[in-house]
């Protein structure tokens, strides 16, 4: 089956039942989801991802996305890496990244970013590194529940956020996890004990803005 070369007919149909069944629609490239993002990603007032454009004919340039700034792709020209930094979008993080599902690298750090993580994120199991740092309005609980299925995770790092409730106990279930940076925000009550069972942690950060938690040392 290949995402990019389907027919006109069913890309039509597709869209029409696009808000019923978006995950089931395999006509939903990687291209469609990046002019989603950017929509979402881009607030009033924001800017940035201006090269982020569709072509004319997607169809003549089925790889026209792998070169949009940030974005990497694989020789099926699905998106791998996804890297935006220190650009002042302003907007959220909107649903559709769940469609990125072959997603290694998803980076979003000091873009200004506003809201809640959504609970799609979950669908990104192929995540090395997951980085979205110092986007200070982004506020609420972490769900930790999207952690579960990124058995391959390496790299977690939401240092400075305004996230809010307990500290996510999931990380703890990751094997391969070598850096977890949780400080700068709000988080409040116990330092779960079971981080101290990730064995190949390297780097382990709590530190809230306000003094809610002894630093912990991992050894
Ligand atoms: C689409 O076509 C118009 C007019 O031919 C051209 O000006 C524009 O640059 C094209 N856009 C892209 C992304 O190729
Ligand atoms: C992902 O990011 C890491 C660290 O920044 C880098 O070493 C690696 O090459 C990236 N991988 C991809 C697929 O972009
Ligand atoms: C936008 O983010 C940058 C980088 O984190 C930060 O320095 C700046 O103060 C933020 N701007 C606003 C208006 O929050
Ligand atoms: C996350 O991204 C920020 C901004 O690019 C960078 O400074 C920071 O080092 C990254 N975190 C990790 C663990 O690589
Ligand atoms: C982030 O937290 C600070 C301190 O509690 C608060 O002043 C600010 O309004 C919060 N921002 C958002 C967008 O929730
Ligand atoms: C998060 O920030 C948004 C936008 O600033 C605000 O409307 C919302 O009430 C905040 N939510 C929480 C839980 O702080």
Redesign the pocket.
């Known amino acids: 089956m290949t995402r990019m070369g389907s027919p006109l007919g069913s890309s039509l149909l597709c869209l029409g039942f696009l808000s019923l069944v978006l995950s089931t629609c395999s006509s939903y490239s990687d291209l469609d989801v990046l002019i989603k993002l950017k929509a979402a990603f881009t607030g009033p007032g924001g800017s940035g991802l201006h090269d982020w454009v569709a072509p004319n004919s997607s169809a003549a340039s089925p790889t026209a996305h792998c070169s949009f700034s940030g974005v ?1 792709c694989d020789g099926d020209s699905r998106v ?2 996804l ?1 935006v930094a220190f650009v002042p979008l302003f907007g959220y993080i909107p649903p559709e990244i769940g469609l990125l599902d072959r997603l ?2 998803l ?1 979003l750090a000091a873009d200004n970013l506003t809201g809640k993580i959504p609970l799609e994120m979950a669908k990104l199991t192929s995540l ?2 997951l980085n979205l740092s110092n986007n200070i309005l982004l506020n609420g609980s972490f769900p930790g529940e999207i952690l579960t299925g990124m058995t391959e995770l390496e ?1 977690l790092d939401i240092y400075n956020n305004n996230f809010t409730g307990s500290l996510p106990a999931e990380p703890a279930v990751l094997k391969k996890l070598r850096v977890l940076l949780l400080g700068g925000n709000y988080f409040s009550g116990e330092i779960p004990e079971s981080f101290a069972e990730i064995e190949g942690l390297q780097y382990f950060g709590v530190q809230g803005k306000k003094p809610t938690f002894k630093i912990f040392h991992h050894e």
Do not use: A, P, Q
Request: aromatic share 10%; net charge positive.
């Open positions: 990497s791998v890496s890297c290694v690298n980076t090395r590194f790299v």
